[in-house]
């Protein structure tokens, strides 16, 4: 069967992506109905715009995850393309987990203002990430400078001894 893990992959995103959409749908619906039901200064100008960034901030990541996941088809209807895997580690996690945080601080809006802040572990990460992504290489070339030279301060004997003892580790 031609292109059968593109007809696989299409699937999977297809229902990952209405999982995402139903628990967005859910997470604006309950914060609507209990702002709505809650008495009449529960809904502030503050609650207002806060939910309209997290509504954009939830949105952006989907449309991305969207665009990612959608399938293109040759002028005769044969599936081409399934496109991006939308589970798959990197730029579209991220965009998973910017979701999932939002709606996070969504629904924790709910008890208090102050839960804006659960949303700060988002650029916190991202700085962490580009820090450690910076000094990785510099670390694993420190690393292998320091396996090299004392591989190359051994005797041949010893170097053909510490070949055998890595290969019985291994």
């Known amino acids: 069967m031609a292109n059968s893990s593109a007809k696989k992959r299409v699937k999977s995103n297809s ?5 995402l959409r139903l628990l967005i749908v859910a997470a604006n619906l309950i914060y609507i109905v209990v702002r709505l039901l809650l008495p009449r200064s529960a809904v502030t100008t503050f609650h207002l ?9 939830t949105l952006a990541p989907f449309y991305l995850l969207w665009t990612a996941a959608r399938p293109r088809y ?6 081409c393309d399934g496109g ?11 965009a998973h987990d910017t979701i999932y945080i939002s709606l996070l ?3 924790a809006l709910l008890l208090t203002k102050w839960a ?10 991202a700085i962490y990430a580009s820090c450690a992504a910076r000094k990785a290489p510099n670390e694993i070339d420190a690393e292998e400078d320091q396996a090299v030279s004392q591989f190359a301060a051994m005797s041949r004997k010893e170097r053909r001894k510490a070949e055998r003892a890595s290969r019985k580790v291994r």
């Open 15 to 19: 229902a990952r992506l209405t999982r």
């Open 49 to 57: 715009a806060a939910w309209f960034f997290l509504l954009l901030t």
């Open 74 to 79: 040759f002028d005769d209807g044969q599936l």
């Open 84 to 94: 991006e895997d939308i589970s798959a580690p990197g730029v579209l996690e991220y």
């Open 116 to 125: 804006l802040l659960i949303f700060a572990v988002l650029p916190t990460y």
């Open 105 to 107: 601080t969504l629904l």
